[in-house]
């Protein structure tokens, strides 16, 4: 099907933009959130933003069982963080938008994020030192605008942006990763 071609790469100014919340869960939602679980798949990733395939709605698709055999996919609807705690850790995260990199990036251990599903229930997300936990954080910082980049000082921005262009230049494609990680 080819998905994967939506996929905006960093230095798209769709990446930088806050986006909007989801009013009304109708069939365009439905529709968003079915193609961007596909193109997740397709990509070999553990969670996709709207605004990764240039949609700019607060709608993220997250499934971290995916690569172990099973799918459970996650559909977040408006998700907000409400409690994350003072203690970080590091964790080497990938990005679609990022091909062929991953980047050290401290972040809360443990965060609750509440979001809207589907059928329109609030759920609650509670996780703590797992690839959840920092997956979560790492889609809710594309809903505003937030990348790899803006968790890097000006040194590592550069570096970072290097890395993808000569990535790129040698085929690498959303989801490849220097080593394995989590790919959002
Ligand atoms: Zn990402």
């Not at 009013?23 to 997740?40: G, K, N, P, V, W």
């Not at 890395?163 to 790129?168: G, L, M």
Request: charged share 25%; with cysteine; hydrophobic share 40%.
């Amino acid at each position: 099907m080819g998905f994967m071609d939506d996929i905006r790469i960093t230095g798209d100014p769709v990446l930088e933009a806050v986006c909007e919340p989801v009013e009304r869960i109708d069939d365009d939602i439905r529709e968003l959130a079915d193609s961007m679980l596909a193109t997740m798949y397709e990509a070999d990733g553990c969670g996709l933003a709207a605004p990764q395939v240039g949609v700019l709605k607060r709608l993220v698709v997250i499934d971290v069982d995916w690569g172990h055999g099973d799918k459970n996919p996650f559909v977040l609807i408006n998700p907000q963080i409400v409690e994350a705690s003072e203690e970080t850790r590091p964790y080497g995260e990938g990005c679609l938008s990022f091909p062929g990199v991953t980047v050290e990036i401290e972040r809360p251990r443990h965060v609750v994020v509440q979001a809207t599903d589907l059928n329109g229930d609030l759920l609650q997300y509670d996780a703590a030192d797992s690839l959840l936990a920092v997956c979560l954080q790492h889609e809710i910082d594309h809903l505003d605008g937030r990348t790899l980049l803006d968790h890097l000082g000006p040194m590592g921005r550069m570096r970072v942006k290097q890395q993808v262009r000569k990535a790129i230049a040698e085929g690498a494609k959303p989801g490849d990763v220097s080593s394995p990680s989590e790919r959002g």
